[in-house]
């Protein structure tokens, strides 16, 4: 199983929004509703913002949006802030009951 | 509150077998499905397996197949991860994560442990 494609950086200036996307096959993002990305600071273990495509976990800024489109999912962060900088990564659970993370995409606020 | 604690860290001979551990608790042990991901030096993360705390049933990601072992101990609401055969490239930090409710389907990992480092070097 191949890692789902994310671009390796996305910047944007404080304020603005910024999108992230999730690249995968008929076999994972295509083939279900199950992804969710996931942000992640230096040194700390993964925090889940986005589950299901578009669900926020209680908690989570109202900031962040997820969609998907055929075998793309993107997530969108509005109004962009500092405490936002880190690394995101997008999974999808896969035609055989396995799971696939993404590769990444460092977030910089400039 | 939901919690999932994970202990120290192992260094680990090329060859040899890790073992570790992550306790849960502030919730139904059996009730949720556990997680193991891993994430190697500066890179991003891999999934490497699921366990059904109820039935001990387990599903591993094709590339560790054979070398992985997946367990539990109900009375200690504890799920245990062992890699053997151990390469440098099994340098990593192991996280282990709750899924969502066992029989049902979602894409949540919620909430993460704190992570093992486990160096393997001669």
């Known amino acids: 199983q191949s890692a789902l494609t994310q671009p390796a950086s996305v910047s944007g200036s404080p304020g603005q929004s910024i999108t992230i996307s999730c690249t995968g096959s008929s076999s994972d993002v295509g083939d279900n509703n199950y992804v969710s990305w996931y942000q992640q600071h230096p040194g700390k273990a993964p925090k889940l913002m986005i589950f299901d495509v578009s669900n926020r976990p209680s908690g989570v800024s109202n900031r962040f949006s997820g969609s998907k489109s055929g075998n793309t999912a993107s997530l969108t962060i509005f109004g962009l802030q500092a405490e936002d900088e880190g690394d995101y990564f997008c999974?999808?659970?896969?035609?055989?009951?396995?799971?696939?993370f993404g590769i990444g995409t460092k977030v910089t606020v400039l | 509150q939901v919690q999932l604690v994970q202990f120290g860290a192992e260094v680990k001979k090329p060859g040899a077998s890790v073992k570790v551990s992550c306790k849960s608790s502030?919730?139904?042990?059996?009730?949720?499905?556990i997680h193991w991901v891993r994430q190697a030096p500066g890179q991003g993360l891999e999934w490497m397996g699921w366990i059904n705390p109820n039935s001990g049933y387990t599903h591993y990601g094709q590339r560790f197949q054979g070398r992985v072992t997946m367990t539990r101990d109900t009375s200690l609401s504890t799920t245990f991860l062992e890699l053997s055969t151990l390469r440098s490239d099994d340098t990593a930090v192991y996280y282990c994560?709750?899924?969502?409710?066992?029989?049902?389907?979602?894409?949540?990992?919620?909430?993460w442990g704190q992570g093992t480092l486990v160096t393997v070097s001669s």
């Open positions: 994560a709750r899924g969502t409710r066992v029989s049902h389907y979602s894409s949540l990992f919620d909430p």
């Open positions: 502030g919730y139904t042990f059996t009730d949720y499905y």
């Open positions: 999974s999808s659970h896969t035609s055989d009951s396995r799971y696939v």
